[in-house]
C-alpha cells in the first residue's frame, strides 16, 4: 500500500508564499513520476504540476505557470510545490498523487495522499 502525506498547508494573504511537502513510504518512491493537483471549494480536481521520477522534467497548468514550482529530492521521498504570488483563487485543497504518464503524455495519478488545506485571504 502507497502512502502519500502532504503538509504545509494553512492561511496566508494574497502576494504571500507555501511550501508544500509530500512524503512517500516506500523504496520505490524514486521509479514513479509525481504530481500535485487541487480542488477548489465547490469545484472539481484540478491538475496543478507533475515531475518525472528523476526530476530532470516539469509540467505545470498554465495558472500557475512561473508562480509555483514542483521538486523532489528521492534521498528523502519527498515532493514538494513551492508556491509564489498566492492568490485567493489558489485557494483549494491540494493533494500529492503518484502516478505515470498516460495517453498524450498527461500525468495519470494511481495513489493519491489525504490533502491539505490553502486558503488565500483578499
Known amino acids: 500500500q502507497v502512502q502519500l502525506v502532504e503538509t504545509g498547508g494553512g492561511l496566508v494573504q494574497t502576494g504571500g508564499s507555501l511550501r508544500l511537502s509530500c512524503t512517500g513510504a516506500g523504496r520505490t518512491f524514486s521509479s514513479y513520476a509525481m504530481g500535485w493537483f487541487r480542488q477548489p471549494p465547490g469545484k472539481e480536481r484540478e491538475f496543478v504540476a507533475a515531475?518525472?521520477?528523476?526530476?530532470?522534467?516539469?509540467y505545470y497548468a498554465d495558472s500557475v505557470k512561473g508562480r509555483f514550482t514542483i521538486s523532489r529530492d528521492n534521498a528523502k521521498n519527498t515532493v514538494y510545490l513551492q508556491m509564489n504570488s498566492l492568490k485567493p483563487e489558489d485557494t483549494a485543497v491540494y493533494y500529492c498523487?503518484?502516478?505515470?504518464?498516460?495517453?498524450?503524455?498527461?500525468?495519470?495519478?494511481?495513489?493519491w495522499g489525504q490533502g491539505t488545506q490553502v486558503t488565500v485571504s483578499s
Open positions: 515531475i518525472t521520477w528523476s526530476g530532470g522534467s516539469t
Open positions: 498523487a503518484r502516478g505515470g504518464w498516460g495517453p498524450e503524455g498527461l500525468f495519470s495519478p494511481d495513489y
